[in-house]
């Protein structure tokens, strides 16, 4: 999933496996020199069913969520309408200078993604 692999990778990014979680998906809507991340995970060992997510965006020096250091820096929820509505916060103020038809599609893959997840673990 992550394109940084060669930065910060104890965070949860690049590792997070490290952090006890597993990629559900994510997406990058903007271009090579900056980014604009809305990811997903979810953690197997947990006892209670959800999932975590979070948004990270910034130019290409430093690394996507490198400001994140503990679980508790992300968000989480086990309802599926929360996290439809953070996707759609994160798409909200696109416009066609944006490439807008893209990131509608990418914004609409995240949620089928993630309506997956939950429908697969009657969440």
Partial sequence: ???Y???NSDNIYNDPKKWGLVPITDEDRLGPYEFDIFSAWY???DKRPG???ATDSGCSC???FSNFVERSDLNWTNRVEEVMSAIDRWNHGMTEDNDY???RHNASSL???IRNYFDENSI
Avoid: H, Q, R
Wanted: glycine share 4%; charged share 30%; proline share 14%.
């Fill in 5 to 7: 692999d060669d930065y």
């Fill in 1 to 3: 999933m992550s394109n």
């Fill in 43 to 45: 953690a197997p060992k």
């Fill in 101 to 103: 038809n893209e990131v």
């Fill in 111 to 113: 949620k089928g993604k």
């Fill in 51 to 53: 999932v975590f997510f």
């Fill in 62 to 64: 430093p690394t996507p």
